[in-house]
């Protein structure tokens, strides 16, 4: 694996090795191999979970890190984000985690780049979120051993969600059986590019559920959507304890990868009580997943 971009670009084998040597990470039964390396954490987006993980798991690793403050950057002089991270490689830097709204850009500014620094997508757009994805299927194994065959239902703003994009990807590669469920407003277009079961009824959608996953209604990506009103979507689409207890599996798993739009997508009693407490189990594994993608990138430059 030269770089994550997306689910898309890494086979299954290496997705069991970032999830294996995350285990061994979360178990302190694995030692750093990229002690004094330098990660820059460039976010042009804003981010709770996935800046702050990827740097509490780069000084885990004991790695050098930088966080780039792109409003006070050269890139407000004109400069390109491809001069930007050239220079930061001859600075010493050897990887960079990138968060930016337009989908794709970190794929083009990695084919513009010609030094060998490893480009790490902390979120683009509506394209890709792999390291969520990837902390997602961690959990997922921790919590159910397996998602072969598992129910895995996927709720809420799924055309504007790189989650929903990548866990799709991932979860596809090991035979889950992946329903989505949002109004028709808020479904993909291209339905018929994903192999998931589509759903406008919630209950129908969560009924024998294994995980339920829900996503943010993004409002900041709502400009042409004609989305509604957040009322609406709450009275159709809240998940509440009531629905998980009536209609999914017994031993259902609550996820949702933040940060959560309280009594719009999930109700607030469901996020505190005990099913609730997996979202925050989720974001501790983060830790762990992103330092195994960073241990994994990094762990050959300079032999
Ligand atoms: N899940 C996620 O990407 O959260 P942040 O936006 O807080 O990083």
Known sequence: MENLIDIESISKEEIIKIIDVAKDFKKNKKKS??????????????????????????????????NFDANHSSLLKGESLKDTIENLYFLGVNAVVIRHSYSGIINNVMRLVKYPIKFINGGDGTHAHPSQALLDFYTMLEKIGTVENKKIVIIGDVSHSRVAKSNISL????????????PTYLQFENKSAYNVTYHNDIKEAVEGA???????????????????????????YETDTKL?????????ILMHPGPANRNIEVSSELLDNRVGKT?????QNGV????????????RIGE
Not at 244 to 252: G, H, R
Not at 279 to 283: G, P, R, S, T, Y
């Open 171 to 182: 979860l596809s590669k090991f035979n889950a059986d992946i329903h989505l469920c949002a």
């Open 33 to 66: 191999d990229v002690i004094n390396k330098t990660l820059a954490l460039m976010f042009y987006e804003n981010s709770t979970r996935t800046r702050c993980s990827f740097e509490i798991a780069g000084q885990k690793l004991g790695m050098n890190i930088i």
């Open 244 to 252: 998980l207890k009536e209609y999914a599996s017994n031993d259902v």
């Open 288 to 299: 762990y997943v992103r330092m195994s993608i960073l241990n994994t990138l990094l762990e």
């Open 279 to 283: 979202i925050l189990e989720q974001a």
């Open 210 to 236: 294994n995980v339920v996953m829900l996503l943010r209604v993004q409002n900041e990506r709502h400009e042409d959507s004609g989305y509604p009103d957040s009322l609406e979507y709450k009275r159709l």
